[in-house]
């Protein structure tokens, strides 16, 4: 067996030990005859398996009481509808605009009411993140929104945006559970598992209860709505019981790892060794305003495109796979999620240093 070094943006790196775990239990779980794909969601094995991964994220997080854990699917992108749908009482939002995940969920949510574009980075190529301290907040707002990590550009909220009391939504799917996340700031909180957490097809959204309503906007589809969902603890309909059942596992491998405020260590020491190469390489860039740097997506830049290409081709064929850069941006971006090793970026570093002194 040989595994790569995969910096992709998602889907991820896993842990090996979780898959090796999930390996191990594929032909019969726990003495059950059966894998966990085969398995109803109705039976109280799968109802253990839902139980138990909700209550290691509550752990993990230390959730408050008053907030709901849904997992569901429809990927990150589908939020972007459900949360004007459920949230939109006024008809009114803010939007803080730091990409394209923001942005395509600004316009989404343009379809159920007003949004009000309140702050935005498209002046700089999204390579920064505005301040957000004093922001015209719109008075009937029914909350402000963000994308917490920016996948595509690699900028991090190192602070929430002042919402002057109004509540915060954010999309925080590249940068779930990389650190702690002090959820009483957020009204709503969501992610698509598939960079840190699990197998695409899981979003975990984290929702204050008195959000979780019965008069959500008219013609809200069933599934859209928080509140069945909700009422039905994730189970209305099939759950995607395997994808949870990984998502249980890591959030176990996590607290093994010491949690969250160890990952955080964890991924700012793995990012340092990067970032410190970029700042004194004389072929390689960051794209990033350092202060907004990203602890899980580094985008970085050449160039000289014939250059970049070569690059990310040999560092292909020496197991160093996905670094090309979103297709909006060009030149590379190196994902090191948690589940990446601090060797991989290492290797990655060493790579980069003997290209520099190749290609000079
Ligand atoms: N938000 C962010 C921050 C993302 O990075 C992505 C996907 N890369 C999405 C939303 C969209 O997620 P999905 O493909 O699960 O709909």
Redo the contacts with the bound molecule.
């Keep these: 067996m040989s595994r790569v070094y995969n910096f992709s ?2 889907p991820a790196m896993l842990p090996v030990e979780v898959l090796k775990e999930a390996a191990s239990e594929m032909l019969d779980y726990q003495g059950s005859g059966m894998s966990v794909m085969e398995m109803s969601h109705r039976s109280q094995v799968f109802q253990n398996i839902i139980d138990e991964a909700e209550a290691d994220l509550r752990d993990l997080l230390n959730i408050p009481d008053n907030y709901k854990v849904l997992f569901l699917q ?5 939020q ?1 509808a459900a949360v004007p749908m459920n949230l939109m009482k006024n008809g009114v939002a803010d939007y803080i605009v730091t ?1 394209q ?1 923001s942005k ?2 600004a316009q989404e949510a343009e379809k159920y009411g007003k949004v009000n574009v309140i702050a935005s980075s498209a002046d700089k190529t999204f390579s920064y993140i505005p301040d957000c301290s004093d922001l015209p907040i719109d008075d009937d707002a029914d909350y402000v929104y963000i ?1 917490e ?4 550009y690699g900028t991090k909220y190192k602070e929430l945006p002042n919402t002057k009391g109004k509540t915060l939504v954010a ?4 940068c779930f559970l990389s650190e702690p996340h002090d959820v009483e700031k957020y009204g709503v909180l969501y ?2 598992v ?2 840190n957490i699990g197998p ?1 097809g899981v ?1 975990i959204a984290i929702i204050r209860e008195d959000l979780i309503r019965d008069d959500v906007l008219p013609g809200t589809p069933t599934m859209l709505k928080y509140k069945t969902q909700a009422d039905k603890g994730s189970l209305y309909n099939t759950p995607p019981c395997y994808g949870i059942y990984i998502c249980g596992k890591v959030f176990k491998w996590l607290k093994k790892q010491g949690g969250l405020a160890a990952m955080k260590e964890h991924n700012e020491k793995k990012a340092k060794i990067l970032y410190d190469y970029l700042d004194q390489s004389k072929m390689f860039k960051g794209t990033v305003v350092p202060k907004d740097r990203s602890l899980m997506n580094v985008p970085f830049v050449i160039g000289d495109k014939d250059l970049e290409a070569k690059f990310v081709k040999e560092a292909d064929a020496a197991g160093f796979v996905n670094l090309k850069g979103h297709r909006t941006v060009g030149g590379m971006r190196a994902s090191i999620y948690n589940a990446m090793p601090i060797e991989g970026v290492e290797a990655l570093v060493e790579f980069m240093k003997k290209f520099e002194k190749e290609n000079a």
Excluded at 74 to 78: D, E, K, P, V
Excluded at 149 to 152: E, L
Excluded at 171 to 174: A, F, G, I, P, T
């Design positions: 943006a998602g429809g990927g990150a992108s589908q972007f990409g995940w395509k969920a994308c990590n920016n996948t595509i999309d925080v799917s590249s992610g698509g598939q960079k695409a979003v």
